[in-house]
């Protein structure tokens, strides 16, 4: 099919489609009159282009979702996309202070600390790759929009840059992997917002939480007392995770600078532990995280 046809089913024009020829995203053939001839595989690619070009994905961006089959990246590029959109949100907001005749000094600190905080989010997600990497980034993005006013927050800043830096990839065997992609590739944003709601629901008010929710716990527990928990996927993932969680210095690095370098994140986690303490007594067999 030559470039003209082309251009009509895609939508592109003539000069966009070379485009993306000569950035090796579409491979045409090239015929003995030096025309190009496009197969179908070649037009469902550029009608793809046109989409994430729409949606504001550049061409290196593309390229990247394109060689990925799992959709991790596209997952990955909406995360940093409404990390983005958050961080924008927040400068809107010193705007109309300043409108109004707020100190520009102050908010100049606390921009410095979005440009930080988005720094952190985004090595979260790099280095917790999938599912719990959406999971955690999202959990303590709204901890880090607090501006550091102290050596101490500086301090424990440095320590999880540097953790994240040099924190493990956890490893899946494929079995694992095809598991998580496929249980979690239809997961929102708003989905993971609404569990973090939820859990949050259940730290401030633990004692009600358990007794509107004592039959699905009771339930829960009877099902991971069952060989048909220890033999699931689940259960595979959870023994990882937790060995991941213990030896990469997760609870002995992170989490200790997470509550120097947040406030609401100490509070949060005070709250946290007393949930665990409640539910513990109720239910000494439920394992509990902080």
């Keep these: 099919m030559l470039i003209n046809d082309v251009s009509k089913l895609t939508n592109l024009t003539k000069k966009a489609i070379e ?10 053939k090239i015929l003995p009159n030096g025309y190009r001839d496009f197969k179908e595989s070649d037009v469902e690619c550029l009608k793809k282009i046109y989409v994430f070009r729409k949606l504001g994905l550049s061409t290196e961006e593309i390229k990247l979702v394109l060689d ?6 596209l997952q990955k590029i909406s995360i940093k996309k409404e990390l983005i959109m958050q961080r924008e949100k927040a400068k ?29 989010t985004e090595k979260l997600l790099e280095a ?21 006013t102290t050596a101490e927050q500086q301090s424990a800043f440095e320590e999880i840059i540097e953790f994240l830096d040099n924190a493990p990839l956890m490893e899946f065997d494929e079995d694992l992997q095809s598991f998580i992609l496929e249980s979690t ?6 989905n993971i917002r609404e569990m973090i709601e939820n859990i949050k629901q259940s730290i401030e008010n633990p004692d009600n939480f358990l007794s509107e929710n004592k039959e699905i716990i009771e339930d829960y ?26 030896t990469s210095g997760y609870y002995d690095v992170f989490i200790p600078a997470m509550k120097k370098l947040s406030v609401s994140y100490s509070e949060y986690f005070k709250q946290l532990e007393n949930a665990n303490e409640i539910l513990r007594l109720q239910y000494p067999e439920i394992e509990t995280t902080t």
């Design 221 to 246: 527990l009877e099902y991971k007392q069952s060989d048909e928990y220890k033999k699931s996927p689940i259960y595979k993932i959870q023994t990882i995770l937790k060995e991941f969680n213990k």
């Design 185 to 190: 590739k239809h997961i929102s944003l708003e």
């Design 68 to 73: 990925d089959e799992t959709n991790n990246t």
């Design 92 to 120: 809107k907001v010193m705007i109309d202070q300043l409108i109004i005749g707020n100190n520009w000094h102050e908010l100049s600190e606390e921009l410095k600390a979005i440009e930080k905080s988005l720094t952190v």
């Design 128 to 148: 917790f790759p999938g599912y719990y990497g959406r999971f955690i980034c999202l959990h303590f993005a709204r901890f880090l929009n607090e501006p550091i």
């Design 19 to 28: 485009y993306y020829v000569k950035q090796k995203l579409v491979f045409p």
